[in-house]
């Protein structure tokens, strides 16, 4: 008969785990019960004296391992005929075996504890939601529903109010997230700032649930502090049965994404599953399509408004499949970005700009490309030496290349993307930025940001006709333009009312289907010799 108990509850209470031969029927029961009375004398002798009581027809040995947690064990042995003192020599010895045994589980569930919960607040770690996805049934995979809670502000308040008050807002928030939700959730802190939540797939999240975990009073040594989360929704059984790392990484990255655009509430659908799929088809392809250089470029026309001449071209990346299909650039653009292709990208978009390039030289057309640059590209040690070898190989003037940048990326770091551009500028290349108007460019950066040109962004001339509140920011551009000497190009000219509208107001470049779409170079040679006998 074998039986556990701890050092802090009554003996009395302590369990008969496991029991063979004329034990059996004793499993399950209490020490207490009156089954036990003929040796629960010596079970308790053997607790209070912490040492084996062994008699001629049954012992009661004694094991513990208080300097790893507070369980006792006791193993009772009866004999069918009274013990020599051999036998109980060599029950001894068998003790001192299984003492080592208890010491060995104790060690092992310690460092399992330690592995799998936080220890400050002995709440499930990172480490166990890992395992419990990984061990999870078909079955329970399809009636389990992932939440994941994070809480805003965390490091700042862990910063201005340090470790212990962050800790007390997170034993708080767990035992709210016991009092919302079901007794059979299982409740984690998944990172220093997050909680992940497995429960019941058919569980309502009410909209007064949804408020209480999104916006809620947190009380810390009496005082009540408000604090928000973004929280995120996800049916399990909506995912494949992937890996439990992949489906944390996915859940965190939906969260962060929810956080960055103050989404408070997102819950994940099939659809995001399909997106999340295709990105990650296309990541792989896309890794084999840079390296098998198979990317190319279309060149759209910058046309004087004031002349009607073609005064320049933008290089745009295509990427069209083996199947004939085209991927969107703006896909594709933030997959490379995402999966660290964007360097690799734009360096190989580049050469194929200085290949076209070289086809309109050859033709006599001294007009200059544009290509674009990301900040990435920007702030990598390498690409200023990339594109100057490029320009020294093909020996044009660099006043034939202009580069753009977006002016959301221009600000976003802007002393050292400054720097940068001023050694382009230095080459005697000029600067674009592109989608002017969306970004948070300040007049203080404005006034001093190295660049020549400014691209009024597409969605302002779209609304041209029927928003006037586009037409003051055009206006307000155009003023700016003026006051600092840049260029003004306008982007995504379709009408003719866009058009003369533009000219109007002073802006001196269009660019957009009304004069042509972007064109492979082989095309856009055709439509030069077309456009210039109008």
Known sequence: MFCIGNSIDPIENAQVLTATGSFSKLEGLKLSDDNLGNIFSDVQLALNEKQHVIDRLHSVLYFETKDINEKCYLIVVKSSKPLTDENINLLKVFSENISSGFTNIALLNRVTELAYTHIDLNIPNRNWLKKEL???????????????????????????????????????????????LPPSSQITLSSHKQFSILLDANFELSPEIINKLTYNEIEVDGVAHVS????????LETLEQRSAIKIISMAESELKQASLNNIVYIQHS???????NRRYSLMGELRHTIRERKLSVMLQPKVSLSTGKVVGFESLARWQRDDGSFIPPDEFIAIAEAAGLIIKLDCLIFEKTMEALKILVDL???????????????????????????INRYGFPVELLELEVTETQAISDYDRIQLCLQRFVALGMKI???????????????????????KIDRSFVSKLETDKNSEH???????LGKQFNFSIVAEGIETEYQKQWLSDAGCDTAQGYLFSKPLPINDLIKWLTAFNKL
């Open 473 to 479: 920011v055009i206006n307000m551009i155009l003023k």
């Open 270 to 276: 099939q659809q995001e599953t399909d997106l999340i």
């Open 228 to 235: 928000s989360f973004t929280l995120l929704d996800m049916q």
């Open 432 to 454: 674009s930025l592109d989608d002017f108007g969306t970004g948070y460019s300040s007049l203080a950066h404005l006034s001093n940001i190295t660049a020549h040109c400014i």
């Open 134 to 180: 990984k061990n999870m049934s078909g079955f329970e995979w399809r009636q389990t529903r992932l939440l994941m809670l994070e809480v805003k502000h965390f490091d700042e308040m862990k910063f201005t109010f340090g470790y212990e008050f962050t800790q007390n807002v997170l034993s708080y928030i767990y035992q709210t997230l016991r009092q919302l």
């Open 364 to 390: 006599g057309y001294q007009i200059p490309v544009a290509f674009n640059a990301s900040s990435f590209d920007l702030l990598h040690p390498d690409y200023f030496n990339f594109i100057s070898s490029c």
